[in-house]
């Protein structure tokens, strides 16, 4: 079946402009994550949603980081005035179920450029 | 301290090689371990669970120390293909994972 999708795959922005990146989970996941990974870095947790639950946004770095997802299907991250340290690859993982014993299914994720 | 810590490497070994990686975590609650791994400029994947038990698949194995609250993957036999960045993944809570920063492998001819 269909993995995760994220769209752009890239994304060349100027410095201070908004950018929308989108996550297509798996069909039947309930749990959605987004992380973001620099240059040669780890892993970073942003974001999780499960369910209808209320997201955990502990790891979103500031307030110009939001994230949205209806139901159990598509999410966005949004980034508002980008700054060159938002340049990342930004992954979003989604798993069955919300217990962190499930694996987490990645997308090939969105590069994100901030010029 | 690091939640999750790995040496970064690189490892270098050459095919054929046995090699192992360790991986040390600060939450003595966590109950959940895997090894992911992750190729270049590709996402990170699967590679096995860490079961209290140990396990082994094919040419890996993991092993988890609750009591030194480390956890360890033996490549034996490596491979070209295994040349990757191989990511320790332990839970925070019951929802959340933390993904170390994972050890390089580099295996040449």
């Known amino acids: 079946g269909a993995g995760v999708s994220q769209s752009p795959s890239n994304k060349v922005t100027e410095k201070g402009k908004d950018v929308e990146l989108r996550c297509d989970p798996i069909s039947g996941h309930t749990a959605l994550y987004w992380y973001r990974q620099r240059l040669g870095q780890g892993l970073e947790f942003l974001i999780y949603?499960?369910?209808?639950?209320?997201?955990?946004k502990s790891g979103l770095p500031s307030d110009r980081f939001s994230a949205e997802r209806t139901g159990e299907s598509v999410s966005t991250l949004t980034i508002q005035r980008t700054q060159q340290e938002d340049s990342a690859v930004y992954l979003c993982?989604?798993?069955?179920?919300?217990?962190?014993?499930?694996?987490?299914?990645f997308g090939p994720g969105t590069r994100l450029t901030v010029t | 301290r690091k939640e999750v810590e790995q040496d970064p490497g690189p490892f270098n070994v050459p095919e054929g090689a046995t090699v192992a990686f360790n991986c040390t975590y600060s939450?003595?609650?966590?109950?959940?371990f895997f090894w992911y791994r992750q190729d270049c400029r590709k996402e990170p994947k699967l590679l096995m669970s860490?079961?209290?038990s140990g396990n082994e698949d094919g040419r890996f194995t993991a092993q988890l120390n609750r009591a030194s609250q480390y956890i360890s993957l033996l490549i034996r036999d490596s491979k070209l293909s295994d040349s990757a960045t191989y990511l320790c993944v332990v839970n925070e809570s019951f929802q959340k994972l933390v993904f170390g920063t994972g050890t390089r492998l580099l295996v040449s001819p």
């Open positions: 993982a989604s798993s069955l179920g919300g217990l962190a014993l499930y694996e987490q299914y």
């Open positions: 949603f499960q369910g209808n639950s209320a997201p955990d």
């Open positions: 860490v079961y209290s």
């Open positions: 939450n003595s609650a966590s109950q959940s």
